[in-house]
């Protein structure tokens, strides 16, 4: 039986993590006294889901109202048009032998938006994709991709996860499923970040598209 192999979006099919932490960023220096560098910004939200973000700001005493977060959506819908497409990925997208499917931490009108800016609908037809709305935890909890892979007829251990953030890998880990950190985009504190990743648990690394087709085919 073939593995299913559940990609991460921002991250590894886009290099997209950097604009929407810039948002959040953006955010909690114009309504705190954090000073946040965009480092620590990235550290608390990069590959977390909204509903983890907004828990995460309660712990420093930021609250987000409906009205803030619909500020912030907005923002990040404006920067969907500068999103680029991780090279030589679509190679592995338009593989129909491939058995796939989406499993990300971002909301599902926002996903379908990044996925028609990119011109790969084709590839990823709505009953494939599977965003955080979708379940009640997000990233770090395994919910999303334990739902993704019921959903597509797989047993947790049949699948194969692609991750490029620490809190997907916990995730992923959580969920009981094999983990490629996919690390081409990840540049900030790049050491730390692996160590992190190395003691989460996770022993498969690609740098890019040519090293991450070695682990799933």
Request: aromatic share 10%; net charge neutral.
């Amino acid at each position: 039986m073939k593995k299913l192999v559940i990609f991460d979006f921002d991250g590894v099919i886009a290099d997209t993590e950097k604009l929407w932490v810039s948002v959040w960023h953006k955010f909690v220096n114009e309504n705190s006294n954090l000073n946040w560098s965009f480092e620590e910004a990235y550290k608390n939200f990069a590959g977390v889901s909204p509903v983890t973000k907004i828990e995460r700001l309660k712990n420093f005493g930021i609250n987000v109202t409906e009205s803030d977060y619909a500020k912030i959506i907005e923002g990040e819908t404006s920067l969907i048009k500068e999103i680029e497409i991780t090279k030589d990925i679509i190679d592995i997208l338009k593989d129909e032998n491939l058995i796939k499917c989406i499993g990300t931490g971002g909301p599902t009108l926002k996903t379908a938006k990044k996925i028609d800016v990119l011109n790969i609908r084709k590839y990823l037809p709505n009953e494939i994709v599977f965003t955080a709305e979708m379940v009640k935890r997000g990233k770090p909890e395994p919910d999303i991709f334990l739902y993704a892979a019921e959903k597509m007829g797989y047993k947790p251990e049949d699948c194969v996860v692609v991750e490029d953030s620490i809190a997907g890998a916990i995730a992923a880990k959580a969920a009981k499923m094999d983990i490629i950190a996919f690390t081409e985009h990840q540049h900030i504190d790049r050491d730390n970040y692996l160590k992190k990743l190395k003691e989460i648990g996770v022993t498969k690394f690609a740098n890019n598209v040519k090293e991450l087709k070695k682990y799933i085919y």
